[in-house]
């Protein structure tokens, strides 16, 4: 597709649930990448891929957090036993290889009540 | 590591008003620069980017920044705002296909 899609738009989970994102990067880009924004700011990096590899796993919280890009399927981030303080929005970007230029999706917002 | 900087966190103006918005960044390396507006419940949007060549980069809707590397500087600017530019403003740096370090956001408002 020519944009970002993530899926679902919004997502409620109480806490101690499960919580899975989706992410469509644009086809023929080889980088996602995985942001995390609390508060409506403060963009916060999770993870990158290059294709179905991990690229760059700094930002990614080691317990609960994990990530895949899988081969003609969406990329997903999971959140295993969500506390408060996951509520964010979580957007998605891809950009090309050799690209200079990040494609944002609208994001995914997680309320964890 | 790379750090970005947004002086301001709320900027108020009136319309048809210049406004400028302030980034600095600091980084041992060189970076890109970007400038991403983020309009109220959507994502981010490209709203121009600085990767070599001349300093002033320019957007389609009339907001311009110039790198200043001596300052450490890629502040934004644009002679003369409108009502729709009312939004959240993020300055960031990157390494090419590297993630993108965000500053803490701007938020623009314009007054009639």
């Known amino acids: 597709g020519e944009e970002v899609a993530q899926t679902p738009k919004h997502l409620v989970r109480g806490e101690g649930q499960k919580a899975k994102l989706y992410c469509a990067p644009i086809?023929?880009?080889?980088?996602v990448f995985w942001y995390q924004q609390v508060l409506k700011n403060e963009f916060k990096f999770l993870i990158s891929f290059q294709n179905e590899n991990v690229f760059d796993e700094t930002g990614m919280p080691k317990e609960r957090f994990s990530a895949k890009c899988l081969p003609n399927s969406p990329c997903s981030l999971e959140i295993q036993a969500t506390k408060l303080e996951d509520s964010a929005v979580y957007f998605c970007a891809s950009s090309r290889i050799h690209g200079t230029e990040a494609f944002f999706g609208q994001g995914t917002r997680l309320t964890v009540v | 590591a790379q750090s970005v900087t947004q002086l301001d966190s709320q900027v108020p103006v009136f319309e048809e008003a210049p406004v400028e918005l302030r980034c600095n960044y600091s980084?041992?390396?060189?970076?890109?620069l970007f400038w991403y507006v983020q309009y109220p419940n959507q994502g981010l949007q490209l709203l121009l980017k600085?990767?070599?060549?001349?300093?002033l980069v320019e957007s389609i809707n009339g907001f311009e920044a110039e790198f200043n590397k001596s300052q450490t500087s890629f502040h934004l600017r644009k002679p003369s705002v409108h009502i729709s530019d009312t939004a959240e403003y993020f300055c960031a740096v990157s390494q090419g296909a590297q993630k993108l370090v965000f500053g803490q956001g701007t938020r623009l408002t314009i007054n009639p």
């Open positions: 600085y990767l070599s060549g001349s300093t």
């Open positions: 086809k023929g880009h080889s980088y």
């Open positions: 980084s041992s390396v060189s970076v890109y």
